[in-house]
């Protein structure tokens, strides 16, 4: 029997604000606090793990021992078929401006580029499909934790197209849809996406 988080206190172990956001709408339902880690001043652990599981766990223990508060991690990400599943766990990676001094940033728009242009070299037949991953993993203080993981078939569009969600959602087309996930609204997102997958499986589990 996996121990539940109950109606407590919940930290969201993440410092993507477009995560924070799907994930407290993901909980609104179920009567949990959220507390953000960026909001208790908690420090982003080094994700040293090659798997979306080691990267939840790590990032989920490190909240909850920061804080003494039961914590929830998101380690996700974008397996590219065509390219051996890259980025993969190096989804965010990809992201960074490592030529920029001082604050780290990220530019989707380079990411998004740099995925395509590894496409484009295999020719114009390459197979487009790609799957966004999500790992959950819930940690209490105490060591005890939970993991939970989902997936969301599709395939990459060029160029990026819509303004909403986050991430590489403007090059993402979900499996039997035409628009793009930055052209689907958040509510509707919620109810095919990796994280809404993983979440179902949480929800289940947790508040079933
Ligand atoms: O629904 C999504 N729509 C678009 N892109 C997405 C999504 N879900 C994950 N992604 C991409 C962007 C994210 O940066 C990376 C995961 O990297 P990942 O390390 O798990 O997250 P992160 O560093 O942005 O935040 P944090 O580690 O603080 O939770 O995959
Ligand atoms: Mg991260």
């Known amino acids: 029997m996996t121990r539940r988080i109950g109606s407590g206190k919940l930290v969201i172990a993440t410092h993507n604000a477009g995560k924070l956001k799907e994930i407290s709408a993901l909980l609104a339902p179920y009567g949990v606090e959220c507390i953000s880690a960026g909001a208790l001043g908690l420090p982003e652990p080094e994700e040293t793990g090659t798997t979306f599981v080691e990267n939840a766990l790590i990032k989920a223990r490190a909240a909850a021992q920061g804080s003494g508060i039961v914590s929830l991690a998101d380690d996700s990400g974008l397996s590219v078929a065509a390219l051996d599943g890259r980025p993969g766990v190096y989804t965010a990676d990809w992201a960074e401006r490592q030529w920029f001094e001082g604050e780290p940033g990220r530019d989707w ?54 303004q909403l969600g986050f991430g590489y959602d403007p090059v993402f087309v979900p499996k039997g849809r035409e628009q793009t996930f930055a052209e689907i609204d958040s509510a509707e997102k919620h109810t095919i996406s990796h994280r809404a997958d993983a979440f179902a499986k949480l929800v289940a589990e947790q508040f079933g």
């Open 109 to 162: 728009y380079m990411a998004m580029g740099k995925v395509e242009g590894l496409l484009a070299q295999q020719g114009p037949d390459v197979d487009r499909s790609a799957a966004f991953h999500c790992t959950l993993a819930l940690a209490w203080p105490d060591g005890e934790y939970a993991v939970y993981e989902g997936i969301a078939p599709g395939s990459l569009t060029w160029p990026p197209r819509g």
